[in-house]
């Protein structure tokens, strides 16, 4: 939590305001963010000084293992983030690639699990690096990437985190993500949630111990909109500890996640929090 607030203090203290085409609006920002998340430990990274809806930042992840390209899809898990995007975006909703109602495109999961090759067939990243991973295999290329620049106009959004390196030491396994633009009131929360989460399933479903999840950011902004009540609410507030994730031991295999797995079978404990903050969301 503390990592988290001082990232918060040093964009309110030393931010650069920089425009940002997408969205109209100006922003706070910071060049290079290095989080680091202590899976081994079990310090889930839940923000406290706001009340924080860790459900949904589940549920978008297991969309991103399943591999949906449609906002319907992720709110039957449970979340409803891809609602606006998939919708309310301009450029997208004239995009002649996009399907129709709540059609993301090929943006993120789909990248993971179904990579275009030229020759028409598709590589999934994501089992590649399970079954490698499952045989106790590093060849230090245990990546994935959502971040196709040659389909970029084919989906609603540019992946934001955009690749996960997983690396094999012993019998512990480590995560490194990349993000190249965070909206630090409202996306890394949920970010740093599925960091944490992302390297603990993949510890469960490969047979290994889960050690650390680095977090690397790029762009790190407070939005103009978000400013005062991150600066004047959120910053006041004293965190409390970290509380802890509990995820069902019958998880077992990258088939429980893409079939039955459901928030149900998550659970967090000891989560005492500040109350919520309604943080404007730029679209």
Known sequence: MKQYLDLCQRIVDGGVWVANERTGKRC????????????DRNEFP?????????KAAIAELLGYI?????AADFRALGTPTWNANANLNEAWLANPHRKGEDDMGRVYGV????WAKPDGGVIDQLRKVVDNLSRG???????ISFY???EFHMGCLRPC?????FSLLGDTLYLTSYQRSCDVPLGLNFNQVQVFTFLALMAQITGHKAGVAYHKIVN???YEDQLELMRDVQLKREPFPAPQLEINPDIKSLEDLETWVTMDDFAVHNYQHHPAIQYPFSV
């Open 220 to 222: 790190a902004h407070i």
């Open 28 to 39: 706070l920002t910071v060049i290079n963010a290095d989080l680091e998340y202590r899976v």
């Open 148 to 150: 196709n620049p040659g």
């Open 137 to 143: 295999l590093d060849d230090r290329g245990e990546i």
């Open 161 to 165: 985190m955009h690749t996960h390196n």
């Open 46 to 54: 839940l923000i406290t000084t706001r009340k924080s809806y860790w």
């Open 66 to 70: 399943r591999g949906y390209s449609n």
């Open 111 to 114: 990248q993971g699990r179904a």
